[in-house]
């Protein structure tokens, strides 16, 4: 049996790095993933991947930030799988080395729409129906960021801080209901969203000499993460922000 054998997932951003890493792993261990992102060629593959591997998976196309696409992605899964155990909260969006002065309006407003509004979408539209099944299990990526600063990256940061206080509210107003709310902080992994900041070979070499285990972050590394938080074997874990960085914040 695997670790979610049964359960059905929805994983946000889940057409490249994290969400797709996470998406393969939750299908290996069990579960069948809607896979959700803004981008359908990404999504597609990520859902192509996972029926190749003998997995279930669906994919669905959503603007976390807009209400009438997370409303769309929870019905779909009903509609589908007739119930939703796990919530993967990935998705984000976010502008590179912004100090605050230099952040327009609309990057700030578009950060915290599906860095953290689209957060909150999904934790307001999964839960009633997971209540309504017995409880369920929601993972929210926030980020090392929303624990210590790094420079040039306001709205980042805010948002990816609000992530971690709304999962411990989540985690505090739903746990008489079955609803566990946990939140993985990565550290720098290597992504899409990250090549451009490891794309200069000496940048690269200075930020993976502040890791103490060498090396620079994989996905599947905070798959891992996510998948133990959404299985039974963190059952007494809620409202927690599991931290996944390679020992750079203890440096």
Request: glycine share 10%; net charge negative.
């Amino acid at each position: 049996m695997g670790r979610v054998e049964g359960k059905i997932a929805i994983v946000t951003g889940a057409g490249s790095g994290i969400g797709r890493a996470t998406a393969r792993l939750l299908a290996r261990e069990g579960a069948a993933v809607v896979i959700a992102d803004l981008n359908p060629d990404g999504g597609e593959e990520t859902a192509r991947q996972i029926r190749e591997d003998g997995g279930s998976a669906l994919f669905a196309r959503t603007d976390v930030s807009r209400p009438e696409d997370v409303q769309q992605m929870v019905a779909t899964t009903l509609d589908r799988f007739e119930r939703l155990d796990i919530l993967h909260n990935n998705a984000y969006w976010a502008p590179l080395y912004r100090p605050l002065v230099d952040t327009a309006e609309e990057e700030w407003d578009r950060t915290l729409d599906v860095t953290l509004k689209g957060v909150f979408l999904g934790c307001k539209y999964a839960i009633p129906p997971m209540i309504e099944r017995g409880g369920g299990v929601i993972v929210n990526t926030a980020s090392t960021a929303a624990l210590a600063a790094s420079p040039q990256f306001a709205a980042y940061m805010a948002a990816k801080g609000g992530v971690v206080a709304l999962t411990r509210s989540v985690a505090m107003d739903y746990g008489a209901s079955g609803i566990r709310c946990n939140a993985v902080c990565p550290g720098l992994i290597e992504t899409p969203a990250t090549a451009p900041v490891l794309a200069d070979p000496e940048r690269r070499q200075w930020l993976t000499s502040k890791l103490l285990v060498g090396r620079i972050g994989r996905p599947e590394d905070i798959a891992q993460a996510v998948v133990y938080l959404a299985s039974d074997e963190s059952s007494f874990m809620t409202g927690q922000t599991l931290v996944v960085d390679g020992g750079r914040l203890i440096a």
